[in-house]
């Protein structure tokens, strides 16, 4: 009997151990569930945070219909996108994310507004994802003003619109074609009765691109649209329905403004630099390396040293040598060592990095040192 009474006890203390381990694994498993849940926003205007840099926006403002976003860690996807309006007017809405100030929210961290003449480089890349059956555009929203407002409507607003679906067009009329940042544009010029707009479509359906947004904004300049003491308050990325529009998404976001000045940076010491980048990879399924080589063209030392570059969509660092490099993804900024952290005249610095990349393999498109725009080998 003694031995039985043991036996049983023995298998309830088990039990109750099992108990307690399957509650604890329960909990677990609910709270990383919960942690890795996206965020779904449903309220006209309601916003949230990704990243701790960028502001996620459903921006219903068009019609009474539902519209519902789910915010992920990188993007956003429309899952739900009620009521149609006339292709031949306003949108009804404009889900994006953004960097920057958007009727007094601005995104943390941000150094926007700027002015124009500071900025040396506004890097910036997306991912999008399209649908069928809908009529929309796909679309960057650059906002300028003479003034570093944060509220209301700004005086110029640049549009650049990756693809379009249905009869769908810009604000205004054909003023001719251009090309900017490598790539040939239909150019639009128009009055909302607001503020000016300046749009640039592209001929065919861009899924992703890495590029510099002060591209565009020198085009605004030049059309006299805009002028070099304005401020850039935002820049802004999502979708312009018309009808329709569940299902599209923005994959990734990222976008950095580099101050400096927009003419030509200084470097640590004082005193005019320039740069030159050389990019080398080697890339294989689903991983690469880069190889970075840094000249100093100017004529002045650099020191402490920070080269700004945007990292396309899908691609994140999981090591590097010969330079520290933060954040892993998006817009990131690489900075030297103890051992080279300064670039002479007529010098070089070399790095590393190892990532890992999802979808098609691309090298960014823009880089500055110390907020100067450098060219590219």
Request: charged residues 10%.
């Amino acid at each position: 009997m003694q031995s039985s009474r043991h036996q049983v006890l023995r298998m309830r203390a088990l039990c109750g151990a099992l108990l307690t381990t399957l509650v604890a694994l329960a909990a677990l498993l609910t709270g990383a569930s919960a942690s890795q849940a996206d965020t779904t926003i449903c309220e006209a205007f309601g916003t949230t945070t990704i990243q701790g840099r960028y502001v996620v926006q459903n921006n219903r403002w068009g019609t009474s219909a539902s519209q519902c976003i789910s915010v992920t860690d990188s993007g956003f996807r429309v899952t739900q996108a009620d009521g149609s309006v006339p292709t031949s007017g306003a949108p009804k809405s404009y889900p994006s994310v953004y960097n920057g100030c958007h009727y007094t929210n601005c995104s943390p961290g941000t150094n926007l507004p700027a002015r124009l003449n500071s900025i040396a480089s506004a890097p910036s890349g997306i991912s999008y994802s399209y649908v069928s059956g809908a009529a929309y555009d796909a679309a960057y929203d650059i906002w300028l003003d003479p003034t570093p407002r944060t509220d209301g409507v700004n005086r110029t607003e640049i549009m650049i619109w990756f693809n379009r679906v249905g009869s769908v067009q810009p604000v205004g009329s054909p003023v001719g074609s251009a090309t900017v940042g490598g790539r040939n544009w239909q150019v639009w010029s128009g009055n909302n009765g607001s503020n000016d707009v300046l749009s640039f479509v592209a001929p065919s359906a861009i899924d992703s691109w890495n590029f510099d947004v002060m591209d565009f904004v020198r085009q605004a300049v030049s059309r006299g649209l805009a002028q070099d003491n304005w401020y850039l308050t935002s820049i802004q990325a999502g979708f312009e329905p018309w009808q329709n529009g569940a299902g599209l998404a923005v994959n990734s976001f990222s976008s950095s403004v580099n101050l400096g000045s927009g003419s030509g940076g200084t470097g640590g010491s004082g005193g005019s630099s320039a740069c030159k980048v050389g990019y080398g990879t080697n890339v294989w399924q689903g991983g690469f390396t880069a190889d970075v080589t840094v000249t100093n063209t100017g004529s002045s030392p650099v020191d402490a040293w920070k080269l700004a570059f945007a990292l396309p969509p899908g691609q994140k660092v999981t090591s590097a040598w010969s330079a520290e490099i933060s954040p892993s993804s998006g817009a990131a900024t690489a900075g030297g060592m103890a051992y080279n952290a300064s670039i002479a005249p007529g010098g070089q610095v070399s790095f590393g990095f190892q990532g890992a990349y999802d979808g098609a393999f691309a090298k960014p498109g823009a880089f500055s040192l110390n907020g100067t725009p450098c060219t590219t080998a």
